[in-house]
Every structure is written in C-alpha cells, then in structure tokens.
C-alpha cells in the first residue's frame, strides 16, 4: 500500500476519497463476497510505447495469473472524452442554436 494525491475520477466530480488495495491483499472471503471483480487497473507506458500495443499482453497475463477478465480497455485520452462527452454534446448543440437578435446591440 501507498498514499497517492487527489484523484478525480470523473471530471464533474471532485476528488473523492479512495483506498488502491491490491486483490492479493484482500482475504479470500472478501474476495468472494466482490465476485473477483476490479474496478480498473491502471497501466502507465513510456512515452515511446503506444498504450494501446500492450493492451493484448496485459489482458493475457491478467487471466493467466488472477483469472480477471479484461474488458472496456481504453486510454486516458479517451476515457477522458468519455467523461466529458455529455457536456460537449450539450455545447455542441447550443453553438448549433441561431442566436436571437433581441439579444445583440444595435
């Protein structure tokens, strides 16, 4: 275990408090009780490695050492998209809006 800085999740949302355990360090009855699911892992490349090229090796691995299942595999680019996607969809559709003329200066 270690302490890391404020993380936000979502960008909506402030930081909230949260605990980065490992699954080998939680006992097997709790284990049990979360169904061996994970809510993410986190993977940091060089900057020379495209993060997606790994992608099929950590997959593997995963289900070769801890039997997890990989899914929603994703890069922080895009999963920073996917959290603001609702928003600039909604600014998307007010720029497509004809402005009043009631509101400009003559």
Not at 40 to 61: D, F, G, N, W, Y
Not at 75 to 94: C, I, K, P, V, Y
């Amino acid at each position: 275990m270690g302490v890391v800085g404020d993380v936000r999740e979502r960008l909506e949302f402030g930081a909230t408090p949260i605990i980065y355990e490992s699954p080998y360090e939680i006992p097997d009855r709790a284990m049990a009780l979360m169904n061996r699911a994970l809510d993410a892992i986190l993977i940091r490349t060089v900057p020379e490695v495209a993060p997606m090229t790994v992608s099929e090796v950590v997959k593997q691995t995963l289900i070769t050492i801890a039997n997890v299942p990989v899914t929603n595999v994703r890069t922080m680019e895009q999963a920073s998209l996917d959290s603001t996607a609702r928003q600039n969809f909604d600014l998307l559709l007010l720029s497509l809006l004809p402005r009043s003329r009631s509101c400009l200066p003559r």
